[in-house]
């Protein structure tokens, strides 16, 4: 259930019997053929399908966080990390002290990872708390799955759901060869650029509904283990 969609009473008679709640840290940056909001998009829409059965509630997602790589593309809107960092930080700060113990933050952008180490810090700090931190599609086991279907890259296929699929867009059918991580590891904003082109990093732009649905499904249940059963504390 959306955070939004409690008032303060029902938050309230919800901490009476539980205390877990989601956070969906997203990005805006360029995604191809995509939305620019893929990463917060999907991230907030698997997290609230993972926590629906429970009645877990969900936060709006962060929608921004660092994305240097991608600022010479427009829609790229980047957090400094110490920003995005404090950001997580109050966010945390603010959870407990209404009550919540058991925080989920569900990542939707590469970039975002520094937010686990602090997550573990912040929880070292406050021992009351347990807070996990879960790639919701970028988690090894569901990225392997993808691999095994076909070649994965940022904005390709494995991103390609009708969730952030634009009106009026059409998105190519065909596939492009895999950009060299490396060269856009070493590459500046502009470099990388000119290494994308069109922005998807390689591999199929799109693949039949079951195999994306089957990367959603396998992403959601993953998901929804970590919620259920993935805590240090009861």
Known sequence: MKFWDYNW???ETYLETDDRVLVPLGSTEQHGYLSVGVDAILCEAAALEAAEPAGVPVLPTVPFGPTPTFTAFPGAIDLRESTFLALVRDILDSLRNQGFRRILLVNGHGGNAPAEAEAQAWAAEHPDCDVQFHGWLIASEIWELAKGIDEVSHASWVENFPLVRLPGVSIPAGRKPLVDAGALREADPAGVRALLEDGPGGGPYQRPEEDTERVWSAAVDLL??????????S
């Open 224 to 233: 929804r283990r970590r919620l259920d059963s993935g805590w240090s504390r």
């Open 9 to 11: 009473m029902k938050l």
